[in-house]
């Protein structure tokens, strides 16, 4: 069913990537109100309406959802349940089977193995037994990951040998995790696909990402080799992906480019930091492409504005350099109004045509 403009959209969080999609659904004539619990609200600064509450709240929840005609969430690690509450009342998109997939690595893995995707070598772990058995059969070195909860290079220990296994342990908090056999691959890329509700995809360049100390730092447009000769069965899987969770709004898959093939890395239900670039670099951004496909709208245009394009994170104390920024005639700067500059934080984004 479609949600027409002059309609309220609910977000849940309200991170920059909340701010984006409330920036792309007022410029469509949508207004919006932001849900989350932080005390800052990069997202409520350019929404309409903003509720700061728990997510485990269920009278805010309630009340938030009464006011709104469709919700969506910029962010995965939201509790199932406060969107199944929410999903009572007022329809959810995607829904909440997207999140109870990629919340858990071991769940996200299997799941796109199961549609013919190829995940790195894994074990789950969920002791310090476990593991000692997981780097038996996988061996070193390996990646030792949280389950659930982890992002931008959090929740995530290296293991070079045997002897590291019980101080990577402890570094993930002796959680329930996953052992990952490191990957050998030219390039690290992703594809972003947005679905409608009527099952219609439409897919964007797929970036080269690069990333410093688990965060991602460049995404660059075209890709290039070795990308180019992945693409098409990196793409197919998303495609899979999307139509087994009868996905709406823009999905991110994220892969290695080895020699054998593209090899899954995990997924994002939801627009990507890699598609910041789409802003500027696309005949219609990742985000209103959200938009349009949570609201049942037709999805737009993915085609490059530009031959080639560049966007690098403003990452820490890279924000100040926002002057020299603006004096560059192909530069777009995008800041993110966060208050507190922390070393590696995503304080903003530069696009270059």
């Known amino acids: 069913m479609m949600t027409p403009p002059g309609s309220t959209i609910g977000i849940l969080g309200g991170g920059q990537l909340g701010r984006m999609l409330a920036i792309a659904a007022a410029n469509m004539g949508y207004r919006v109100h932001s849900y989350a619990p932080d005390e800052e609200i990069p997202g409520g600064d350019v929404s309409a309406a903003v509720t700061r509450a728990g997510y485990d709240d269920l009278a805010a929840l309630d009340a938030f959802a009464a006011s709104v005609d469709v919700v969506t969430y910029e962010f995965e690690n939201i509790d199932v349940a406060a969107v199944e509450h929410v999903a009572k009342i007022v329809p959810v998109r995607p829904g909440a089977a997207a999140l109870r997939v990629s919340q858990d690595r071991v769940t996200e ?9 190829r995940p790195a070598p894994f ?68 594809v972003l696909l947005a679905r409608g509700a009527d099952g219609a995809s439409v897919v964007y360049d797929c970036p080269k990402n690069e990333h410093a100390s688990g965060v991602l730092a ?46 899954f890395n995990e997924m994002a239900p ?28 037709p999805l737009g245009d993915t085609s490059l504005t530009a031959p080639s394009v560049r966007m690098e ?41």
């Open 109 to 117: 893995k299997e799941f796109v193995a199961d549609l013919g995707g």
């Open 313 to 353: 994170n403003l990452l820490g104390d890279a924000v100040h350099d926002w002057r020299s920024i603006l004096a560059d005639p192909r530069a777009h700067l995008h800041l993110y109004g966060k208050s507190q500059v922390k070393p590696g934080r995503k304080m903003g984004h530069v696009t270059r045509l």
């Open 270 to 297: 939801r627009v990507h930091n890699s598609g910041h670039w789409t802003i500027e670099g696309a005949r219609v951004s990742q985000f209103e492409n959200h938009i349009r496909a949570v609201c049942g709208l």
């Open 123 to 190: 074990r789950a772990v969920d002791s310090l037994s476990d593991l000692a058995v997981a780097l038996s059969e996988l061996g070193a070195p390996a990646l030792l990951k949280t389950r659930r909860f982890g992002y931008d290079g959090k929740g995530q220990a290296r293991i070079d040998n045997a002897d590291d296994a019980a101080a990577a342990w402890a570094a993930i908090g002796e959680r329930p995790a996953v052992l990952e056999g490191l990957v050998r691959f030219d390039a690290e890329f992703s």
């Open 218 to 263: 460049l995404s660059t447009v075209p890709g290039g080799a070795p990308i180019a000769g992945q693409v098409a069965e990196a793409t197919a899987l998303a495609r899979k992906v999307a139509d087994k969770l009868d996905y709406v709004g823009l999905l991110t898959l994220e892969f290695f480019a080895t020699d054998d093939g593209p090899v």
